[in-house]
């Protein structure tokens, strides 16, 4: 395997470093990767707390997770995929508490030229939106996950999750008209 330099790991060896219960490996895993995990786990949550918790759930117990991981695909859309599992497990024990699903609103990431106050209208819009409709339209529009993939996280079909994408941007549409 070619690697650019001696001070940086490929991550097939810090996954395989972690297996063997390296925390040095652990640590550089967790510098590359931990702002991805974060983020995802925050456009659920909606909360930098619980996104920290799950970012934290994630890599404490990725020694252990690494078992099942198989190395196809990249490990930082594999991680990812633990961290929308995660916060989804968070979100289902918050709503069972009866706690309110956002706290403060969520960071979008913007696109070019947007401004501060559109990029702000946007966030309010979101957090208004009904939980089912606002995770679906996350993971499809901004984790990038297949109808398929949403409706084996959510347990739901994935013609569910294209029918609660389209009320979420109808949604979405009515109020900016408004």
Same mark, same amino acid.
């Given at each position: 395997?070619?690697?650019? +330099? =001696? +001070?940086? =790991? /490929?991550? !097939?060896? $810090?996954?395989? !470093?972690?297996? *063997? %219960?390296s925390l040095n490996a652990l %640590?550089?895993?967790?510098?590359?990767? +931990?702002p991805a995990v974060f983020g995802a786990a925050y456009r659920i949550l909606g909360t930098r707390p619980d996104a920290e918790d799950v970012v934290q759930d994630v890599f404490v117990g990725l020694p252990r997770a690494l /078992? *099942?991981?198989?190395?196809? %695909?990249?490990l930082e859309a594999w991680l990812r995929r633990v961290a929308v599992r995660t916060a $989804?497990?968070? $979100?289902? *024990?918050?709503a069972r508490r009866r706690e309110d699903a956002f706290d403060d609103l969520p960071e979008l990431a913007s696109p070019d030229g947007e401004s501060a106050l559109d990029r702000l209208a946007l966030q309010r819009r979101l957090r208004l939106l009904p939980e089912k409709l606002r995770i679906v339209l996350?993971?499809?529009?901004?984790?990038g996950y297949s109808h398929d993939e949403i409706g084996a996280l959510l347990g739901v079909s994935a013609g569910t999750s294209a029918v609660r994408l389209f009320r979420a941007w109808k949604h979405l549409r009515s109020g900016a008209a408004s």
């Open positions: 395997m070619l690697r650019l +330099s =001696p +001070s940086v =790991p /490929a991550e !097939d060896e $810090l996954v395989r !470093d972690v297996r *063997g %219960g %640590g550089t895993l967790y510098q590359r990767h +931990s /078992a *099942g991981y198989q190395e196809r %695909g990249r $989804l497990m968070r $979100l289902r *024990g918050r996350v993971l499809k529009e901004i984790e």
